[in-house]
C-alpha cells in the first residue's frame, strides 16, 4: 500500500518544506528534496531523542523498554537508530516507506470521526518481532532495505491539507521506533488543522511516551495477549510496559482503544480474554472499546487457521459480560459486532460494513435514542 | 478451558523448529576435509600504516596457514579437495572496520588466486559483503561481471521469505541460499561489545536480513542458530581471519587505542574453532593489557559453546589445536 508523490505533488509540498527549517536539522549531509526517493547511505540520519551516554562510545537508548546498549556503529534491535561515534541517531526521521489515504476504521478506530479518512504513514522497523506480523516486509527490515522518500512532518501535514483529510495516522510498521518523526508531524499537522493518530504496540518507555502524548488524538494499542510468555514467545517483548502504557495513555486523556488479534490455541483461551477484560475494565475503564480481530495465518505463523467466527464471538460475549460497553469483533465484515451498539437503550449507532460506516446515527456524540453520551473523538 | 502450552507444544504450534527437526539428529557437521578443532596460523606482519601488503608475501601467508589447517601438501592440494570447479564460492568479508580493521585486499586476492590454480574459475568466485558501500570503504572494487572475479555486496537481495533456525527467522542473502554452492568466511580478530568476538561465526549476521534482532544475551543462541541453518551448516567449507592487526576491545567497529599487531594469518575447516581461538588470542591480549577476560566483563562469547553442541566444531579455547604455518 505504498503511494509515491509525483512530480507536481512533490513540487507542491517543497513549499511546505521551507516551513521545515524550524525543525532540527540532519546530522550531516544535505537535505533531500521532498519527494525524493532515500537510498542507504542517503538516509536523513538525525540526532534521536531519549538516549544517554554510557562513556566509551557506547549509548543505551531510552526510547522502548528494550533499552538497547549500542556500540559504536551498531544499531538498536529496531534496526532504525544507529551509534555513530558516540552519538544516537535516528534513520526514519522523514523516512516514509508507506503513505496512503485510508478510512480511519482501517486502523481501526470506531470511535473517532466515523468514515473520516486518514494520511497513513510509517517508516521501516519495529522494536519487537511478532511471528504473525502482518506488515513484516516492512517492520522487519531496516531502512535501507525498504524503498522510501523523503517527507519530513510539514510536508506530510501539507499533504493532508491537500488532500482534505481531517486526520493523520502513524500506523502500519511502528511508530515507536519513528517517535521523534511522529511527534514533529503531530505538531506540524496541529498547526493545519489536522489532528495526529498512532497505532502502535504501546512498547514504549514512559517518558517519550507522555511527552509525545499531548499532541495526539487518539491512541490505538495492539494488545498481543494478556500474557507474558506469549509477548516472550510469540513477539520478542514483554507485557508489563504494554500494560503500563495503556494506563499511561488513559490517564493523559488522550483517546484510546484496544486491539486484540485473537490467534487460535495462542492467546484464545476463555481464562485469558476473562483476565483480560477484566483488567481493561478495573484499570482502564468500562468505556474503552476493545476489538477482538480475526488472525490469518502470515509471516513466520503459517501452520495455524484462521480465527473461527465462534472464537471471536465468544471473546465479544465474555467483554460485554465482564462489563465494557464497547467490544467489537474485526477482519469479520458485516458482523453485528462491527457495529457501535448503544449500551443505555441497545440501539444501533453506527452501522458498518468491515471499513465503511453504512449510517451514523450519533447526534452530538450522544444517542438519539435516549440520549446517553457515548465516549469518543466526534467532531 | 486454561492451557498451558509446555515449550514442545509451543515449537510444535509454531512450527519455530519445524526446519531445525530434519537434521537435528544428524552427526556432527564435519567429514573427511574437515579438521576439528584445528587452526592454521601463518605469520605475517602488518604493513606500514596506509600501505599495502606484499602480493607474494600475502600469497605465502594464506597458503601456509591453509597447508597448516588441513595437513595438506600444499594449498592447491588442500582447496582441490574442499572446492569442486563446479561449484560457485562465496566469500563473506567482514568490513565493518573499514580500511583499518577489515580482510586486506592482497590477502582475499590471494585466497582467490589459490581457488582458481585449485581448479574453481575465477567467474565462480564471489567475493562479498553485506552492502557494496562496505566492501568499496574497506579498499576493495566493485565488479559484477567481467572475465575475474565478481565483488559486490548483498545489496538487500534476499529470499523473499523468512526461513527459520533455532531462535532465528530471516530472509538469507540469495548469494548464500541460491547463488553459491560452497562458501568460505573471511573475517578479522576483534572484540564484539555484546558478542564478545567477531571473527569467524559472527561475520554470517551478514548474510541475514534483520541481524539487529538479535544481538540479546551476547548473541547466543542466535550466532549458532544462523550458522545451523542448512545454507551455512552444509556449505562453510572454510574460514580465514585476517589477524595483521587485531582488536582486544571497544569493537565491532575500529578503535586504534584497542587494536595491536598480531601478525598472522589464520585458517580452519572449522569455524567454530576459529572462534575459539580468536577467544583466546583476545583475552590474551586484554590480559597483557590488564583488562577483565572476556568472562569477567559478562560477555564471554557463549554462542561458541552453543554452536559447539549443535556439532558445528570444537568450542572450547583450550582444545584448540595451533597449527604453525
Ligand atoms: S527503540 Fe529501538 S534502539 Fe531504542 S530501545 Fe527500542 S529497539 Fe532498542
Redesign the interface.
Known sequence: MRHRLDRREAARLGAAALLASAMPRPARGRTPPVGSPLEGDDLPARQASWWKSLGEGRVECQLCPRGCQVADRERGACGVRENRGGTYFTLVWGAACSVHVDPIEKKPFFHVLPGAQALSFATAGCNVECKFCQNWEISQFRPEQVPSQYLPPDALAALARQRGVPLLSATYSEPVVFWEYVRDTALAARRVGVRTTVVSNGYIQEAPLKEVLPYLAAVKVDLKSFRDAFYRDLVRGELKPVLKALETIRAAGVWLEIVVLLIPTMNDSEEEIRDLTRWVKATLGHEVPVHFTRFHPTYRLTNLPVTPVATLERARSIGLAEGLSYVYVGNLPGHAGENTVCPGCGAVLVRRFGFSVLENRLAKGACPTCGRAIPGVWS | ???T?TRRE?AR????S?LVLPWAGRAARGGQNTFRGRVGVAKLAPPAAGGALDPALARTAVARAIVAATGAASARVALAALFKPSDTVGIKLNC?GGRHLSPHPELVEALVQLLVEAGVAAERIVVFER?S?ELQRAGFVVRRDGASYRCFGVD?D?DPT?S?SGAI?SCFARLVSTTCSALIGFGVVKD???AGVSASLKNWYGVI??P??Y??TNCDPYVADVCNHPFLRDKLRLTLLDGLVAQCH????F?SDATFPLGVVAASTDPVAADAWAWRVIDAERSRRGLPTLAAAKRAPRFIATAARYGLGVGDPAAIQEVAG
Open positions: 478451558m486454561p492451557r502450552l509451543l504450534i509454531t512450527g519455530l519445524a565493518l552492502s558501500r538487500n534476499y523468512p527459520t527467522g564484539h561489545d555484546l536480513h534483520n539487529n534482532k544481538h540479546d571497544g569493537g565491532p567497529a578503535r
